[in-house]
């Protein structure tokens, strides 16, 4: 049962009590395995169980151990997700992990907000995905609430754009997400001689455009922070991307079962 009960919870597991899971799945096993008599999914009032023959082997529980292989997957998922993000990376690509990745690390982050001090409640951060890629949103890819940010994914080369991403925003802060591997210290200070240069050193301009700036992340922090995710962060991951890659390529979203 505690095997049935985390593969479940996992990505896909709600789907896994269906037909295909009892009746397709029992069918197999009998036509390879057939010698052992019983079936491997066993139904008892509308609960699913794995027989316990096929759960001891010489008289050890081996429950844990395949909770053990499905966590292993995990880990080699979020190592697949983590050599996806490259400075190589496609845009499109870069944009949904990036999201998938910052919903997953914010939601964990508590925040208090009321209109008085006897409405104060506990909040999550939400992170929103306002668009596809490239689409026409004013310089906004995600936004956060209930604090109110604004998220721009972006290029290191093209620090231009960084600047009219501001404009358009008018000057409203912008954090953006930025695909490469350079550290963030680096690509700031190349940020600020570029603003120096295109302000001619005016203070005025140079103050309004640095603090527009809210943060910068890279691929490093991207990478860091799903090392501290947990199982259901990852699992919430895989998720997002699933959805976000599907609306992004027109593919037909499945149908819930």
């Not at 890629?133 to 995600?142: K, L, S, V």
């Not at 080369?157 to 409203?172: C, E, Q, R, S, T």
């Not at 700036?213 to 090392?227: P, S, V």
Request: with cysteine; charged share 30%; hydrophobic share 40%.
């Amino acid at each position: 049962m505690l095997l049935f009960h985390f593969y479940r919870g996992l990505y896909g597991g709600s789907k896994l009590q269906n037909h295909a899971l009892n009746s397709r799945v029992n069918g197999e096993f009998r036509n390879k395995f057939d010698s052992l008599g019983n079936d491997l999914i066993i139904i008892n009032n509308g609960k699913y169980l794995i027989h316990i023959d096929y759960l001891c082997v010489d008289g050890h529980d081996i429950s844990n151990v395949c909770c053990k292989i499905i966590e292993k997957y995990i880990e080699l998922l979020v190592e697949k997700i983590n050599e996806l993000l490259t400075e190589n990376a496609e845009a499109r690509i870069f944009e949904i992990i990036s999201y998938a990745i910052l919903r997953n690390h914010y939601k964990n982050t508590t925040v208090y907000f009321g209109y008085t001090r006897d409405t104060v409640e506990e909040m999550q951060l939400q992170l929103f995905k306002t668009g596809r890629t490239n689409a026409n949103d004013g310089g906004i890819d995600f936004v956060m609430r209930p604090v109110g940010r604004f998220f721009q994914v972006t290029e290191v080369n093209d620090y231009d754009k960084y600047l009219l991403d501001i404009d358009k925003v008018m000057h409203f802060p912008v954090t953006f997400v930025i695909k490469t591997k350079a550290q963030k210290e680096f690509v700031w200070a190349e940020l600020k001689k570029h603003i120096a240069s295109k302000t001619s050193g005016m203070a005025v301009l140079e103050e309004r455009y640095e603090r527009a700036i809210e943060e910068i992340i890279t691929i490093n922090e991207l990478r860091a922070w799903t090392k501290e995710l947990d199982n259901d962060d990852i699992d919430g991951i895989i998720r997002d991307i699933d959805v976000y890659y599907k609306l992004e390529m027109n593919l037909d979203m499945e149908e819930e079962g």
